[in-house]
Nanobody
């Protein structure tokens, strides 16, 4: 199982980025997927998840600004991030939970290596 994130970078406050997570090695379409982030020196935070049926859930900190989506044909997970703020600066990770449904941000079994997002004011 391999999860590979891409799309991170440096943007100014108010800008946008789209992160991608390419997944190989298991039945992507049947599982819950999620995005997390970890600012340097701080704990990891769950941001958004999407179940196998397409239902989504968001953390309050990103609701209305970030959108999670999946393309099952491409086995790829996305995170569209708009109106970025300096406090969004962190390493961003995608993760997979080997169940069709999501349980908030718990029980994720597989993780990518992360992609850095830096937002300047």
């Amino acid at each position: 199982v391999q999860l590979v994130e891409s799309g991170g970078g440096s943007v100014q406050s108010g800008g946008s980025l789209r992160l991608s997570c390419a997944v190989t090695g298991f039945g992507f379409s049947g599982y819950c997927m999620g995005w997390f982030r970890q600012p340097r020196g701080r704990e990891r935070e769950g941001l958004a998840n999407i179940a196998a049926d397409g239902s989504t859930s968001y953390a309050a900190s990103v609701k209305g600004r970030f959108t999670i989506s999946r393309d099952n044909a491409k086995s790829t997970l996305y995170l569209q991030m708009n109106n970025l703020k300096p406090e969004d600066t962190a390493m961003y990770y995608c993760a997979a939970r080997v169940y069709t449904s999501c349980r908030a941000f718990e029980g994720f079994n597989y993780w990518g290596q992360g992609t850095q997002v830096t937002v300047s004011s």
